[in-house]
């Protein structure tokens, strides 16, 4: 497989000329994350990422995790990988500095999970598992499970896990039935299977903080009954040492289709009557526990999608200038030509290369809101920002892993035979990035979600603003040759994206399902609008930097060309998209489900 | 894995209802194949691929065919299951009665073998490439060489197949190195390696006749210097009985993505200095007889997409329909509702079904224009038709081989978390599917092939003519409230079609490179167009049909709202696809090639 390497001029660009981090770091909090940290830690992290991570991601996909007797004994040199990272203090980059953390932005944090994800998805899960579990103990734990708990999952040296699915609860959570029973000390008996558990048992950590979801007995039905316990692999003592193993165990692994070096759980919780759990947060809040866990989980998957997006670029790229085949029609220079210079290889490259940044800047202002939303000193502002965090979420979860999906398709396809068979490595991102649109959420939950919940929220006050400011920003883009075409095309994105919300709106009052129809082209158009904006900030960003003078000529002039190629090539599929949300649910239940198939 | 039924009823209704099937047995070559015998071979070919070959195809996914020192083994249950193929009969279905054949028309063969392809796709390739030598002998073999090889290909009892690709040259078949040298006594030496080989060696032949492209001493370079050979696995005595060993083995096989029980091998000749092998057509003309093989291929690879899609839809819906997960809004029972209630689901089923249909009626279209080009007694209607053929054919392939990658990967998501796990098997469909845009052309090839080479086709006689009947028909759907919506967006989609070819051929003359970069959304454009008429077509069958009160009204409904909703959700596309196409490639090459990526 080819050598990863962090696009770490390109993060630089997306933080600093398109989403602005400095509204961030300007915070009391974030003094500490000067220009000068921001370019340190992202330079230090592409560096571990290709020279520790990457070599192993298609070591995990050749071993994957296995199940012992002992328990999941993790892909060779990953228990090696993860003690440097977590040495080098890549767990704790946003984590909380009152527990050891090193308290910096979480978009900072973000775009090095980019890189870590893109060197090696199924070992990047782990970190980003513990930090939804490190989220919930800090926003329900109490001051003594904190005290417990916290800075051993910051430094890494506890794992954490988020036990969620049964066998008929995935996406209908509300439908689990693990138990837990008072023991009468404070503490609960846990009973019950999970299922899809990633990172669910390993070695890679001395101890596993379990975060689980089950019910306390007479509880009432559905999501209003759950509540959130703690239930560690080893119990703790007081002293903070470990004590006894707990009984929850992993009894086996799934055989998926990718991230085989992530081991993918069944865990079992009192097999033999002996799980010891901890509430966490208020009985019957589980469920709001949870969606702390998730939120950022879920901007996480889509920087995952982000991540092999970026990889399947490069890849592709590399495949592409190698590989000698025929004569390319329109070449300046005698052929034969590197494949590269093929008019529909470059359409292919460009399509993942303009949506990858596209959606590479959409997780970026979505962590940038998140960073605001919880740190800005202006209660207004935290509002305004969580309101756009979370209309962006379900857009960077689905959107991201979308693309992830689609770029890993056409660097195969820009691979030819070569990307079907194994050993190029294409074929493992392709396999890998597959689960992003499911877990988390799957993408059609996110669509829902993004129509049903984000959409109404006060009075539909947050996507208002937000398409208010593209619009905004569109109409004062230059028209001068290089702009007009991205300012038509964007204007005409803007128009469809208002014109479907304000249907949706509509429809809401009178049918849901109609609005719900459409709720995934929907999201897609939203997705675009806001890509294409984003790039287009860039593309001015950097047209006014060439304007100065500045050095990075070639850099900038590629964003420029990136932008307007997105705009060219991708913006306008919003027009199909449009007509399709448009068109409501009556022919989607037009033909009796069993009419469906032979 | 879910059982595969073959969709006998939809296939009947494609060929008598959509494409008019008895246009091609009304020809004298063909009055055995009355519309019983046609019902009868697809109840049979359904039943035979239910029952012998769908249950062999996780069987083959998990254990591939295999290289022993006796040569290359298949999986477990492919040597009988092929036995048992053979002795039904369905090697022989199109073969020229002359050698054994049934000689039923390519359009019922192409049916029965979508069905072969969705049951087991691995093991489909085996006949479909010994179909290509078979061709290829008896267009280009001498009255010798066809009374040698053609019966017991025909009958099954030899194999067959093509070797084209080297290392240096896959798409460039004219940078072959293959060597073939004159013996002296009309026979010829071959040396060299030939890679991906699909079904190069096996047991479930008592021989393999290899098609071997290679050089003859003093050829020009490039594509005018090669011929093609024969060069059988095992010589053949004068008798017709088998003789010694040729030199020609597999060395070794891909490990790959998917169809493992399909071995890709590579291929040595050669390498003891003793293969013999014999020239067939004329020397230097072995792209020609390369192209016998490749046509008729690349139709059979659109349609090995469409047999996945259907497949990937079988599987999808059965999922959905068992599935209880949450309450779907807008349904009329009280919950838990399976997710097929739910309209985002619903929305991917449908897409996969009527994207599926549409793709099957246009490979069914192609199939039916190469049995009129080559039997109609009319040589303007043959010649009409094999224009139609070869615009349809990188429609076919490209599209189809789309879909079912677009579909597969729907269908995963309709499982969620199951899709992701082997054990369900629609991960194999995703993996095995993936070849087909690459394979006998890759799909950016089929899209230049279509703008380079079949628009212009005698001054874009064919495309117009096709474009014109699409249109006219069109015009003709009645202005009823189920028929208004398909009828505005069909026109639309013509009208994008038609000016859209017409700029890609003022382009030509121009800017050839400007019309390429276009090329791949030009074929999905004209694919969209025409498999909307295709399924319009077929509402408006049905529409006649059940105002006749016809008996199947569920399934002729079903007809009607599934061309309703490609109309509605699918032809739209077009849209941006217009504006994709239209832009041209400036932007393409704007960025060099070494800022593509970090």
Known sequence: MADYIAPTREMKFVLKDVIDIAEVTALGRFQDASDDIIDAVLEEAGKFCREVLSPLNAVGDKQGAQLTADGVVASPGFKEAYQAYADNGWTSVCGDPAYGGQGLPLTLGSAVYEFVDAANMAFSLQPMLTTGAIESILAHGTAEQKAIYLEKMISGQWGGSMNLTEPGAGTDVGALKTKAEPAGDGTYHITGQKIFITWGDHDLTENIVHLVLARTPGSPEGTKGISLFIVPKYLVNEDGSLGGRNDAKCISLEHKLGIHGSPTCVMAFGEESDCIGYMIGAEHKGMAAMFTMMNNARLNVGIQGVGSSERALQMATTFAADRIQGKAIGATVPGPHAIIEHADVRRMLMTIKSTTEAARALTMLNAKALDLAEHHPDEDVRQANKGLADLLTPLSKAYGSDIGVENASLAVQVHGGMGFVEETGIAQVY????????????????????????????????????????????????????????????????????????????????????????????????????????????????????????????????????????????????????????????????????????
């Open 431 to 598: 396999r890998d990035t597959r689960i992003n649109p499911i877990y988390e959420g799957t993408n059609g939950v996110q669509a829902m979600d993004l129509v049903g919940r984000k959409l109404p929220m006060q009075g539909g006050r947050f996507w208002r603003a937000l398409l208010k400011d593209i619009g905004e920003f569109t109409t004062t883009l230059p028209d001068t040759d290089e702009f007009t075409g991205l300012k038509v095309n964007m204007q005409q994105a803007v128009a469809a994206s208002e014109e479907c919300a304000e249907w949706i709106v509509v429809q809401q009052g009178v049918n849901m399902r109609n609005a719900l129809a459409g709720s995934s082209p929907f999201l897609r158009l939203l997705s675009v609008t806001v890509g294409g904006y984003l790039l287009a900030k860039g593309a001015l960003a950097a047209r006014t930097r060439l304007d100065e003078g500045d050095e990075e000529q070639d850099f900038l002039q590629a964003k420029i060309i990136t932008a307007r190629f997105y705009a060219e090539q991708i913006v306008p599929t919003t027009l199909g998209l449009k007509s399709s949300i448009m068109a409501g649910d009556e022919l989607f239940f037009g033909i009796p489900s069993e009419q469906l198939t032979p």
